[in-house]
């Protein structure tokens, strides 16, 4: 393919009927950006649709997604059939294509998502995440969005785009902004070194969206607004609410210990919200008990008597937990700073 032939290719908006590299059929345009663009293509040989990157300028960034996707230990990136260097210096990557919808579009379509489905997505992000921290070598994803996550069929989470990723402690990550307002962390938007704690605030910034419904970080709003979204467990909303701490040394320092609150959470939310509705039960039956004795004053005082002492237990209850829950938090936050 000639330099002139990519050039008239690059201008168009679609390339329709256009076959590559003697082998494969351009079909749409999926993205582009800044480096480059992502085509949709079918494989006339093996009878397949892929996705082919075309990067118009190769840098070392190139062959480090390279290396990141021929990795076949990463369930959650596509596998890359092929790539190689133009003679004009064009990098080209085919991969698989993911078929599905990113999940900015997938909030827009659905809106408020239910909970045990949040909870699967943040056990299938922070597991990824964990895997990509802890291999050798350590790399960072650094660019976790909406945009680059795909919503299969059977609702599973995939990412296609690792071309900010970079090997922990590689000085391309300094001086540099890389990543997306709202969901880059604030020293990484800011061009600082960044370590694992970096994705941990892109995690938080996911599963915020989703929790919200909608691709709603653009503006950075404080952590503590996570509270406000009553509809999920308090536990999982306390775990994003870490994860977007602005200052790194109070996130969580490593995914795993993300995924062993976010577990843990989802457990004691479920407790903590079985409390409540049993509590907002007792208050009615109280109620309806005094207005009764109030109006036929009848014998029934005994009975409001109990409820009033089965309601004071469960607040009791309460209590005890929320205490427990916030030592066992203490000690959690002393052991994460060690690590």
Request: proline share 3%; glycine share 8%; aromatic share 12%.
């Amino acid at each position: 393919m000639t330099e002139k032939m990519y050039g008239e290719r690059k201008r168009e908006a679609v390339c329709q009927a256009c076959i590559w590299f003697d082998r494969y059929e351009i079909k749409e345009i999926l993205g582009e950006g800044g480096m480059g663009r992502v085509y949709l293509a079918g494989d006339m040989r093996l009878g397949r649709l892929v996705a082919i990157k075309v990067l118009e300028q190769v840098t070392e960034q190139f062959q480090e997604e390279v290396a990141l996707l021929r990795r076949q230990n990463f369930m959650m990136l596509p596998a890359v059939y092929d790539a190689w260097v133009e003679e004009d210096g064009t990098g080209v990557i085919v991969m698989e294509y993911v078929e599905g919808q990113n999940l900015k579009e997938y909030l827009a379509l659905h809106g408020q998502i239910p909970e045990k489905q949040v909870y699967q997505w943040g056990v299938q992000l922070g597991e990824f995440l964990n895997k990509l921290h802890s291999g050798n070598p350590k790399v960072l994803y650094r660019d976790l969005k909406p945009e680059n996550i795909m919503v299969l069929p059977d609702k599973t989470l995939r990412l296609v785009d690792v071309g900010a990723a970079v090997r922990l402690g590689e000085e391309i990550c300094r001086n540099k902004r890389v990543g997306t307002f709202g969901y880059a962390a604030p020293e990484q938007w800011e061009g600082r070194v960044v370590d694992e704690r970096a994705d941990i605030y892109g995690l938080g910034a996911v599963l915020y969206a989703v929790m919200e419904g909608k691709d709603s970080l653009k503006s950075r709003p404080a952590a503590e607004n996570v509270m406000e979204m009553s509809r999920m467990p308090e536990g999982m909303r306390r775990a994003v609410r870490r994860c977007l701490k602005p200052e790194r040394e109070k996130r969580y320092a490593t995914a795993g210990a993300f995924l062993a609150d976010w577990k843990r959470y989802k457990r004691a939310g479920r407790g903590r919200v079985f409390a409540y509705r049993a509590q907002e039960v007792m208050k009615f039956c109280f109620l309806y008990a005094a207005v009764y004795i109030i109006w036929y004053k009848q014998v029934f005082f005994p009975l409001a008597v109990r409820f009033l002492i089965g309601y004071l237990w469960l607040k009791l209850a309460e209590w005890v937990c929320r205490r427990r829950s916030e030592r066992w938090e203490q000690k959690k936050s002393i052991w994460c700073r060690g690590v």
